[in-house]
């Protein structure tokens, strides 16, 4: 029995679009295994098939079985099973910055089917953020502003929409005009993504100011050329900063993170960092979807469930948080997603409380929406009968033979879960030989109470992020003499380092 994902329709004109890997074409196998000496963790048959279908399912064990969100009670969440994450460091905004930066590194268009491992990655595999540049102006010049290029010999801004200044840019059909349309899956990733444009256009009117002596030295046609250089190589390397000191700094169990800053990976590295591994991919960095919420509110005037499935894909505004669509209430309020120090009274008591929401724990149980993902861009098609974002994850591991976590956790020589830490899954025959993903969710649970990742999770994501930046030439880490952040801060007194709320408040939308 094979199991068939489709391609979406989507995924389809993202081939087509061709807006993928800056340098260069993808090649037939992107992608490897960590150890590839380790066996599955279960052969792919029908009886797997039908377990890892169960433990995936609506209702099922990683259902966190919450009640109807609605746009009158957008936050609402099963207490038990989807409880607050008391990181204070982790706000409810790291579950989309997380996607983004994934968005950043791989996009694997291959459906899914037993024994097909070999698919090519269409991003550039490091944080260069090709999801938003492209293929730069030269190639994808629909991306970038024509009035700079009315004024210079190549267009050096980000495309905005000045009479919908809110949203991305679209098309007449709501089709977002971005380098990678993942990136407009729900309000939340595509108001992101704006943010990102925005960031850089501001970056490239501060560098053109304080460089304009360095600027005149150059011949007037290659100034813009430089100009762009410069600004697409600052917003990089402040991203990427970010990327290690603000979001694996508080997603990392901090041993496994300060030993591997230091010490750089042990296994992720030399010829192995030119391919993404599968455990990275297909189940550590899938970390993310234990922590979406039910809903969000997105301002004061709009919340409502991140998807519901009952909702009409042919609406212009629904009451749900997909993306592609435009319509006034649909922007972010970022003092709810990171922590501004914004405060805001309680209607019900009158409590003063911080604005910004607390993220989900880390855990085992996927918020119920997610179990019934709706038709849209980035999602499912309507013939798709495998609507449920756990089963998906799921069925890659059969897919790609992935190991055990216990398997895994030997090998990178900690001590593996206990058999009574897992053993909701023996039914199921996984409680001796888990699912590397659900092992990951459950040690999070277990070893950090759900506030962050464990060791295993910690230090597959952590030998993939710094094998990476020590494998681009151009990453910060790789600055002769060390590099630090030289933008502006919001509060000048933390000049030196660069948080979300600096870029989103130079990028104008905070």
């Given at each position: 029995?094979?199991?068939?994902?489709?391609?979406?329709?989507?995924?389809?004109?993202?081939?087509?679009?061709?807006?993928f890997r800056e340098t260069g074409a993808a090649e037939p196998d992107d992608f490897t295994t960590m150890f590839p000496e380790l066996e599955p963790f279960a052969p792919c048959t029908d009886a797997v098939i039908h377990n890892v279908r169960l433990l995936g399912a609506r209702d099922g064990l990683m259902?966190?079985?919450?009640?109807?969100?609605?746009?009158?009670?957008?936050?609402?969440?099963?207490?038990?099973?989807?409880?607050?994450?008391?990181?204070?460091?982790?706000?409810?905004?790291?579950?989309?910055?997380?996607?983004?930066?994934?968005?950043?590194?791989?996009?694997?268009?291959?459906?899914?089917?037993?024994?097909?491992?070999?698919?090519?990655?269409?991003?550039?595999?490091?944080?260069?953020?090709?999801?938003?540049?492209?293929?730069?102006?030269?190639e994808d010049r629909h991306l970038y502003d024509r009035a700079s290029e009315l004024d210079h010999a190549a267009p050096i801004k980000f495309l905005i929409d000045f009479d919908a200044p809110r949203d991305l840019p679209r098309t007449s059909q709501q089709r977002a005009i971005i380098a990678d349309p993942?990136?407009?899956?729900?309000?939340?990733?595509?108001?992101?993504?704006?943010?990102?444009?925005?960031?850089?256009?501001?970056?490239?009117?501060?560098?053109?100011?304080?460089?304009?002596?360095?600027?005149?030295?150059?011949?007037?046609?290659?100034?813009?050329?430089?100009?762009?250089?410069?600004?697409?190589?600052?917003?990089?390397?402040?991203?990427?900063?970010?990327?290690?000191?603000?979001?694996?700094?508080?997603?990392?169990?901090?041993?496994?993170?300060?030993?591997?800053?230091?010490?750089?990976?042990?296994?992720?590295?030399?010829?192995?960092?030119?391919?993404?591994?599968?455990?990275?991919?297909?189940?550590?960095?899938?970390?993310?979807?234990?922590?979406?919420?039910?809903?969000?509110?997105?301002?004061?005037?709009?919340?409502?469930?991140?998807?519901?499935?009952?909702?009409?894909?042919?609406?212009?505004?629904?009451?749900?948080?997909?993306?592609?669509?435009?319509?006034?209430?649909?922007?972010?309020?970022?003092?709810?997603?990171?922590?501004?120090?914004?405060?805001?009274?309680?209607?019900?008591?009158?409590?003063?409380?911080?604005?910004?929401?607390?993220?989900?724990?880390?855990?085992?149980?996927?918020?119920?929406?997610?179990?019934?993902?709706?038709?849209?861009?980035?999602l499912v098609e309507p013939d798709d009968d495998l609507k449920s974002l756990a089963g998906r994850n799921l069925e890659r591991h059969l897919q790609h033979g992935i190991a055990s976590g216990q398997a895994i956790a030997a090998r990178f020589h900690y001590t593996p879960l206990t058999a009574a830490e897992?053993?909701?899954?023996?039914?199921?025959?996984?409680?001796?030989?888990?699912?590397?993903?659900?092992?990951?969710?459950?040690?999070?649970?277990?070893?950090?109470?759900?506030?962050?990742?464990?060791?295993?999770?910690?230090?597959?994501?952590?030998?993939?992020?710094?094998?990476?930046?020590?494998?681009?030439?151009?990453?910060?880490?790789?600055?002769?003499?060390?590099?630090?952040?030289?933008?502006?801060?919001?509060?000048?007194?933390?000049?030196?380092?660069?948080?979300?709320?600096?870029?989103?408040?130079?990028?104008?939308?905070?």
């Open positions: 029995m094979d199991l068939i994902e489709r391609p979406s329709a989507q995924d389809a004109y993202m081939l087509q679009d061709s807006l259902d966190a079985k919450d009640p109807r969100i609605t746009v009158t009670d957008p936050i609402a969440a099963n207490p038990i099973r989807n409880p607050d994450n008391p990181n204070p460091d982790m706000t409810v905004g790291f579950t989309f910055l997380g996607q983004f930066i994934d968005h950043d590194l791989t996009f694997d268009p291959m459906p899914i089917r037993c024994g097909q491992t070999k698919s090519p990655n269409l991003r550039s595999r490091f944080f260069d953020l090709d999801s938003v540049y492209g293929r730069g102006p030269d993942r990136n407009d899956e729900n309000v939340i990733i595509s108001q992101l993504h704006l943010a990102f444009l925005r960031f850089h256009n501001e970056v490239t009117d501060h560098l053109a100011e304080t460089r304009a002596d360095d600027l005149a030295l150059l011949e007037p046609t290659e100034r813009p050329r430089k100009l762009f250089e410069w600004a697409q190589c600052s917003v990089r390397r402040h991203y990427q900063w970010i990327v290690v000191n603000q979001f694996l700094a508080a997603t990392l169990d901090p041993v496994v993170f300060a030993a591997v800053e230091s010490n750089g990976p042990k296994v992720y590295r030399d010829e192995m960092t030119e391919k993404i591994p599968r455990e990275f991919q297909v189940a550590a960095y899938r970390f993310g979807h234990s922590q979406v919420r039910p809903g969000y509110q997105l301002n004061a005037g709009f919340g409502a469930p991140i998807f519901d499935r009952r909702v009409d894909p042919r609406e212009g505004d629904p009451n749900d948080l997909r993306g592609g669509r435009r319509a006034p209430r649909r922007f972010v309020e970022w003092d709810n997603f990171f922590d501004f120090g914004t405060k805001e009274i309680k209607q019900d008591t009158g409590e003063v409380v911080d604005k910004v929401k607390r993220n989900k724990r880390i855990d085992p149980y996927l918020s119920s929406p997610l179990f019934d993902l709706p038709v849209g861009p980035g897992t053993a909701e899954l023996h039914p199921l025959g996984f409680r001796d030989s888990t699912p590397l993903w659900y092992y990951v969710l459950k040690e999070a649970l277990i070893q950090h109470h759900g506030q962050r990742l464990g060791q295993v999770g910690s230090r597959i994501v952590a030998e993939v992020f710094f094998g990476l930046l020590a494998a681009d030439p151009h990453s910060y880490r790789n600055v002769t003499g060390g590099w630090t952040p030289d933008l502006p801060t919001r509060d000048p007194r933390d000049a030196g380092s660069f948080t979300m709320t600096d870029l989103l408040t130079m990028a104008g939308v905070a």
